[in-house]
C-alpha cells in the first residue's frame, strides 16, 4: 500500500524557516496535482500552496510571498519552503496528492499524508 511520507516539520523561531518534504512510500505511476494543507487547533483545515504536473502553482494569501512549492524532476516529490514564519502558520500540515496512479492502468486515486507538526514560536 503506497503511503505519503512527510518530513521536515519542527519549532522553530519567528522570521525562521523551514522545508517541508513528502513523497510517496513506494515506486508510483503518476500524481497529477500535489499540495499542502494545513490545520490548527479549533480550525478548518486548509490549502497552504499547490502545484499541478505542469508545474503551476497556486497559494493561499496568507503565505504568498513568505512560501514556495515545488516538485522534483520526476514529479513525485514535493517540497513547500517556508521563510519569515509566523506563530499563526503554527499547525499540522498535510501533504495531498491528487490522482495518484499506482500503475499505468489503475485509476487515480487521493492520498493524505498523516501530517507533520510545525511550530512557531520563540
Known amino acids: 500500500q503506497v503511503q505519503l511520507v512527510e518530513s521536515g516539520g519542527g519549532l522553530v523561531q519567528p522570521g525562521g524557516s523551514l522545508r517541508l518534504s513528502c513523497a510517496p512510500s513506494?515506486?508510483?505511476?503518476?500524481?497529477?496535482?500535489m499540495g499542502w494543507y494545513r490545520q490548527a487547533p479549533g480550525k478548518q483545515r486548509e490549502l497552504v500552496a499547490e502545484i499541478g504536473s505542469g508545474g503551476s502553482t497556486n497559494y493561499a494569501d496568507s503565505v504568498k510571498g513568505r512560501f514556495t512549492i515545488s516538485r522534483d524532476n520526476a514529479g513525485n516529490t514535493v517540497y513547500l519552503q517556508m521563510n519569515s514564519l509566523k506563530p499563526e502558520d503554527t499547525a499540522v500540515y498535510y501533504c495531498?496528492?491528487?490522482?495518484?496512479?499506482?500503475?499505468?492502468?489503475?485509476?487515480?486515486?487521493?492520498?493524505w499524508g498523516q501530517g507533520t507538526q510545525v511550530t512557531v514560536s520563540s
Open positions: 495531498h496528492a491528487d490522482r495518484l496512479r499506482i500503475t499505468n492502468w489503475a485509476r487515480g486515486h487521493d492520498y
Open positions: 513506494g515506486t508510483i505511476f503518476s500524481i497529477n496535482a
